[in-house]
């Protein structure tokens, strides 16, 4: 007679079914692995919050305005409102009312009578290229007319700069030049060979016509 022993344990709840749990363990496994995957993938596509679409600047010309002050440009030869007006305040108002229409556009100012002179380099503040304009007078840069020199001057800044689709625009009465060390016809053929497109704006009319 040998004496068999039997040890009980305190917790004998019944285990699971390995057969009936192997299943749904192997699922939960699939899942998880599937979604490690997914994050995976995302994080290495590195995916971005994209705010709205900026629109981008329109895309302007820098525009070089030649304003004439010689002395001619204070005949009173325009009529507002019933009072006789100068040739430079005409001009003032028409320059002006270019620039505040021209958005995207980069303007210079160069004034000229007796010798050229830069009255605002190249500038977007419209407010402030009408500003200055507006505060022009006849005779600041002399009472000749050095158009060659302005002309030069100009398209001096616009090379040093290489401006995007330059252009330069003179306003003047239309006198001949009498001053500066450069000529206008010389003046306009290096601009020719620099592509630089000129447009003249006439202000006053002839004194020698008729009427």
């Known amino acids: 007679g040998s004496t068999r022993m039997l040890l009980v344990h305190p917790d004998l709840s019944p285990l699971p079914d390995e057969k009936k749990s192997a299943p749904a363990s192997s699922r939960r496994y699939l899942a998880l692995n ?12 590195q995916p971005q919050r994209i ?3 900026i629109p981008e600047s329109p ?13 001619t440009m204070s005949i009173d030869d325009f009529e507002l409102n019933g ?11 028409v320059v002006s009312r270019f620039v505040d229409a021209r958005q995207g556009d980069r303007f210079g100012v160069i004034v000229f009578g007796s010798t050229a002179a830069t009255l ?5 503040d419209r407010d402030l290229v009408s500003g200055m304009i507006r505060q022009v007078e006849v005779g600041i840069a002399g009472d000749s007319t050095a158009l060659g020199d302005a002309i030069g001057l100009a398209l001096k800044q616009l090379r040093e700069r290489q401006a995007l689709r330059p252009a330069l625009i003179l306003f003047s009465d ?16 290096l601009a020719r060979r620099m592509g630089v497109a000129i447009y003249t704006v ?3 009319s002839d004194l020698f016509a008729e009427g």
């Open 120 to 124: 605002v380099p190249p500038s977007f």
């Open 51 to 53: 705010g709205a679409l």
């Open 59 to 71: 895309e302007g010309r820098e525009i070089v305005m030649l304003i004439d002050t010689s002395k």
């Open 34 to 45: 599937g979604s490690a995957l997914l994050l995976l993938l995302l994080a290495l596509a």
């Open 174 to 189: 239309n006198t001949d030049s009498n001053a500066g060390d450069l000529t206008p016809s010389e003046a306009v053929e």
């Open 202 to 204: 006439q202000i006053g």
């Open 83 to 93: 009072q006789r007006v100068d040739r430079l305040a005409v001009l003032k108002g």
